[in-house]
């Protein structure tokens, strides 16, 4: 059974960090590539982050570019997501996501950006 176990998520002031895990497990995760997607409310669910199988190449979409980062550790089956400068705007759900020959989704975890 897949599972993708997001944590990290909560209340942070604007400026602040935090960092988000998906614990996957249930399919090769040597073998996905990972994504981050967040969904605030009120708006469509919008990608933020990916990573390569390997780790080897990332990609970010233009509102996380220089703040977000994402990585994975292959040996602990995990993706995280280093989110730092943290706006109101960023207020969110976020989810992770595998994809492999077929796409699964985390439950999500919440991100609240306020003072």
């Known amino acids: 059974q897949v599972q993708l176990v997001e944590s990290g998520g909560g209340l942070v002031q604007p400026g602040g960090s935090l960092r988000l895990s998906c614990a996957a497990s249930g399919f090769t995760f040597t073998s996905a590539a990972m994504r981050w997607y967040r969904q605030a409310p009120g708006k469509e669910r919008e990608l933020v982050a990916t990573v390569t199988s390997s780790g080897g190449s990332t990609n970010y979409a233009s509102s996380a570019k220089g703040r977000f980062t994402i990585s994975r550790d292959n040996v602990k089956n995990t993706v995280y997501l280093q989110m730092n400068s943290l706006k109101p705007e960023d207020t969110a759900v976020y989810y992770c996501?595998?994809?492999?020959?077929?796409?699964?989704w985390g439950q999500g975890t919440p991100v609240t950006v306020s003072s």
């Open positions: 996501a595998a994809v492999t020959v077929r796409f699964y």
